[in-house]
């Protein structure tokens, strides 16, 4: 139990980076696709099973892990030519350490952080490694010795030192309100409400919000900031001379990044892994009655989804029968779900804390998928920022506000401080 | 005049913080999302090749054929190489012969065309005095399993069926 609890949050670290990767690619695609009128993948299928088109990304990533490693004879520093995407992944997979799952754990007096690093540093870590992850980008650049990539390089690193600094003026005016750098204390201070709203950060901070996300974009290399691979400009930007997994990795890395960001935001900005209003004691207090919620929701979601399946999985393929397979799937794991959850509603048995955590790990895989489709959703509306239209946003606009933010944030604080 | 002064967008504060635009944009997509999300049938995307394209018209440029004449049914082409000599891609390939029937002094003793080469620019259809090849059979999908299985020869071109209402060639 000792064990399986302090490897839990690394492993959901794995699963949170690495395993949706395939998930978030086939998001893009259909997101895209819906938004476009288009149908997206349909097709590629073990034994006709589908899954709803992700089969299609896990043949993707095959596809690159067993594609020829070629190295192009005109590089001269192969030693960085091949550092340089691992180092753009790691950077990226190392940022999703810091974010907690769920609240501290106590179980017989031993206390469980769901942090897979446990410190209260997190904000910097954060800051400090998104940071390196472009240093993966320059040197890639760099080593490829084409003139395309590293163009892409140099505007790489121009983009992410003016939009480094607003992120972290505006992170400066979070921790002043939140009045603290621990990511878990900054979750708990969001479960007091705020006026009527929950004290998210996205309320108490409008400002700080926006100037956060759209950084975040930026320093993900995200549509609309993604100038650096640019494909209507500079070929494909600082990885054109990359191919097979070499190029995968950089593909990973952007979707992990994107992920840590995601979750990031999630923390800070959207109230982490708490339901709005409620902290972790009164959830343990209430857990019986926040049972019986989720099992009514459970019948309503999947009886929707049952009924929305019937209608759309009409396009069959070869082998077993799909719709057959996933409805007995869903009705078997419901009715499985609903058991276990009304053995414990019914008072049963007693396993309230851990209950809860799972009740949070829904609660902050829930955000951050809405996260996810965010930033997928605006990568199919906006079209890419010209260059020096980025940079004028930047450095003219973002930087200023986020000052500004930092003034009237800190005269509020001493004010309120103050009145009290 | 004829001088139509045109507003010069983006100078207004509302355009210059860019959100309002941005989020309208976001409007339209999350539209078009949740509308294909809850009913997707309305899609125009064509399950291909379950589904085949309606939109095939006699003006479609699909495969060749060679037209026949309305007297005899014999071969309208009098292999005069305007369509070879028109032709970007050099893939006609003719032999011409004498024609013994009377009819005309010349007929192909061999027609090719190498669809492989081809680029399906119909610029032989223009060249042809005697409406003699067509690009009207509605052919899309070309298949063969070696590359001389897409070498289109004189009895092959002779036996595609055309969709457009003339049948015959249309030459005097
Ligand atoms: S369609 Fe164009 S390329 Fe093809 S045979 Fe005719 S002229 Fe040549
Ligand atoms: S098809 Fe027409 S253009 Fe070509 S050789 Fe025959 S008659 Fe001449």
Redesign the pocket.
């Known amino acids: 139990m000792n064990t399986v609890l302090i490897l839990l949050p690394l492993v959901l670290t794995l699963l949170y980076s690495l395993a949706t990767v395939p998930v978030l690619v086939w998001m893009e695609r259909r997101i895209a696709a819906l938004i476009q009128d288009r149908l997206g993948p349909n097709r590629c299928h073990i034994n006709g099973i589908r899954l709803g088109g992700i089969i299609q990304s896990i043949a993707d990533m095959m596809k690159l892990v067993f594609k020829e490693e070629f190295l192009p004879s005109h590089i001269k520093n192969r030693f960085y030519y091949l550092v340089a995407p691992s180092l753009a992944f790691m950077s990226a997979f190392l940022t999703f350490m810091v974010i907690p799952y769920a609240d501290t754990l106590t179980i017989n007096e031993q206390s469980y952080s769901m942090q897979a690093l446990p410190t209260d540093l997190g904000v910097l870590w954060f800051l400090a490694f998104a940071g390196l992850g472009v240093y993966g980008i320059i040197l890639g650049g760099w080593a490829s010795h084409n003139k395309y990539a590293i163009l892409g390089a140099i505007r790489a690193s121009a983009q992410v030192i003016g939009y480094e600094v607003a992120m972290g003026l505006s992170l400066v005016s979070i921790l002043i309100t939140y009045g603290t750098i621990s990511l878990n204390e900054m979750v708990s201070y969001q479960t007091q409400s705020f006026f009527i709203f929950p004290a998210w950060g996205l309320f108490i901070q409008p400002l700080a919000s926006i100037i956060f996300i759209v950084t975040a974009f930026a320093e993900t290399n995200r549509a609309p900031f993604d100038a650096a691979e640019g494909e209507s400009e500079i070929v494909a930007g600082y990885h054109t001379e990359y191919g097979a997994m070499k190029f995968g990795l950089y593909f990973v890395a952007e979707y992990i990044a994107m992920a840590a960001s995601g979750a990031l935001i999630v923390t800070i900005f959207l109230g982490g892994y708490q339901l709005p209003y409620l902290n972790t004691s009164e959830l343990i207090n209430n857990f019986e009655l926040i049972l019986w919620g989720i099992i009514a929701f459970a019948i309503v979601t999947s009886l929707l989804f049952l009924r929305w399946m019937k209608q759309h999985n009409i396009f069959a393929m070869s082998g077993l029968d799909e719709t057959k397979i996933y409805t007995t799937v869903v009705i078997g794991f419901t009715i499985f779900a609903i058991l276990v959850m009304s053995y414990y509603a019914l008072g049963f048995g007693d396993a309230n804390e851990v209950g809860v955590m799972l009740l949070q790990f829904a609660v902050f895989t829930i955000k951050l998928f809405f996260l996810h489709f965010v930033f997928i959703w605006v990568r199919w509306t906006l079209p890419r920022f010209r260059y020096d239209q980025t940079q004028k946003l930047g450095w003219n606009i973002l930087l200023p506000l986020s000052l500004a933010n930092i003034f009237i944030t800190a005269i509020v604080v001493v004010g309120v401080n103050y009145g009290n | 005049m004829g001088i139509k002064v045109v507003e010069r967008h983006g100078n207004t504060f509302k355009e210059k913080i860019y959100l309002h635009a941005v989020f309208s944009g976001m409007k339209t997509t999350l539209k078009h999302f949740t509308a294909n999300l809850r009913d997707a049938s309305n899609l125009p995307t064509l399950c291909y090749p379950e589904q085949k394209p309606t939109d095939i018209t006699p003006r479609y440029r699909g495969v060749h054929r060679l037209t026949h004449r309305k007297e005899d049914d014999s071969i309208a082409?009098?292999?005069?190489?305007?369509?070879?000599t028109a032709c970007p891609a050099n893939c006609i390939e003719?032999v011409a012969a004498d024609r013994e029937d009377g009819r005309d002094e010349k007929m192909?003793q061999v027609f090719n065309i190498d669809l492989l080469e081809c680029v399906f620019c119909g610029y032989?259809v223009e060249?042809?005095?005697?409406d003699?090849?067509r690009m009207d059979s509605g052919i899309y999908s070309v298949i063969g399993e070696c590359r001389e299985d897409f070498i289109y020869n004189k009895a092959k071109l002779l036996s595609i069926q055309g969709i457009s209402k003339e049948e015959f060639s249309l030459a005097k």
């Open positions: 082409c009098v292999a005069c190489f305007m369509c070879a003719i192909p032989c060249a042809c005095p005697c003699a090849i």
